[in-house]
C-alpha cells in the first residue's frame, strides 16, 4: 500500500547540477502535482498534470520542468540548479479535481550549494 | 483564481485548552475545501474536507470545521488540544473544475504542557 512515493528523499546539488526528482503513484490517480515547500510561504504548485502526456505550469514554475510520459509517474526536472531552488518538494496525486482530496509523498528535501 | 488566508502563523495553546485555526478563502465560484496536518519531517495528511453537504466537518483526531459561505471562511477546531497535536496545519481550497489545490501559509500549532 505505498501511495506516493518520492525518490530521492535528500539530495545535495551544486549550483549548475542538473537533477531530477521521480514522483510514482500506485492509485492510478488521473492528476499529479509537485509543490515546494519554504518557511512561511506555505506550498507552492511548481507544475501539474491532469493525465498522462499533459503537463501545465502552477505558480512558481520557473527553473523547474516537468514530464508524464507514464500515467503512474510524474518527474520534475532541474535543468541548472540555484540556491533559491534549496527547498523540501512534495508531490501529490488525486483521482480528479472533482470533490477528491490529494495524496502526499514524504517529500524530498534539496539543498544547492 | 482562489486564494487562501490563514490569518495566524504561530498559535500557542496550553494542553486541554481549546484552540481555533482561521481560514479565510477567495473565490467567485463553488469550492471544495481541506484542512491538513504536517508533523516535524513528514509529508501532509488529511484532517477534513468540505465537498458539499452539513457545513459542519468532522475530521480525524477530534477535529472539526465549520463552511460558513458568507464569510468565506473555514476555521478548523478543536475543544482539547493534547501534546501530540503539536504540527503545521494547513488550509487548502480547489475551485470546482480543473484546478489545483491552493494552499495557505499555514499555522504552527504548538501545545504546551
Known amino acids: 500500500n505505498a501511495g506516493v512515493t518520492q525518490t530521492p528523499k535528500f539530495r545535495v546539488l551544486k549550483t549548475g547540477q542538473s537533477m531530477t526528482l521521480l514522483c510514482a503513484q500506485d492509485?492510478?490517480?488521473?492528476?499529479m502535482y509537485w509543490y515546494r515547500q519554504d518557511p512561511g510561504m506555505g506550498l507552492r504548485l511548481i507544475h501539474y498534470s491532469v493525465g498522462e502526456g499533459t503537463t501545465a505550469k502552477g505558480e512558481v514554475p520557473d527553473g523547474y520542468n516537468v514530464s508524464r510520459l507514464k500515467k503512474q509517474n510524474f518527474l520534475l526536472g532541474l535543468e541548472s540548479a540555484a540556491p533559491s531552488q534549496t527547498s523540501v518538494y512534495f508531490c501529490?496525486?488525486?483521482?480528479?479535481?472533482?470533490?477528491?482530496?490529494?495524496?502526499f509523498g514524504q517529500g524530498t528535501r534539496l539543498t544547492v550549494v | 483564481a482562489q486564494s487562501v488566508t490563514q490569518l495566524d502563523s504561530q498559535v500557542p495553546v496550553f494542553e486541554e485548552a481549546p484552540v481555533e485555526l482561521r481560514c479565510n478563502y477567495s473565490?467567485?465560484?463553488?469550492?471544495?475545501l481541506f484542512w491538513y496536518v504536517q508533523y516535524p519531517n513528514q509529508g501532509l495528511q488529511l484532517l477534513l474536507k468540505?465537498?458539499?453537504?452539513?457545513?459542519l466537518v468532522k475530521g480525524i483526531n477530534g477535529f472539526e470545521a465549520e463552511f460558513n459561505k458568507s464569510q468565506t471562511s473555514f476555521h478548523l477546531r478543536k475543544p482539547s488540544v493534547h501534546i501530540s497535536d503539536t504540527a503545521e496545519y494547513f488550509c487548502?481550497?480547489?475551485?470546482?473544475?480543473?484546478?489545483?489545490?491552493?494552499f495557505g501559509k499555514g499555522t504552527r500549532l504548538s501545545v504546551i504542557a
Open positions: 487548502a481550497v480547489s475551485e470546482a473544475g480543473n484546478t489545483p489545490l491552493v
Open positions: 473565490s467567485s465560484v463553488s469550492v471544495y
Open positions: 492509485m492510478n490517480h488521473e492528476y
Open positions: 468540505y465537498l458539499s453537504g452539513s457545513t
Open positions: 501529490a496525486s488525486r483521482r480528479t479535481a472533482l470533490n477528491t482530496e490529494a495524496f
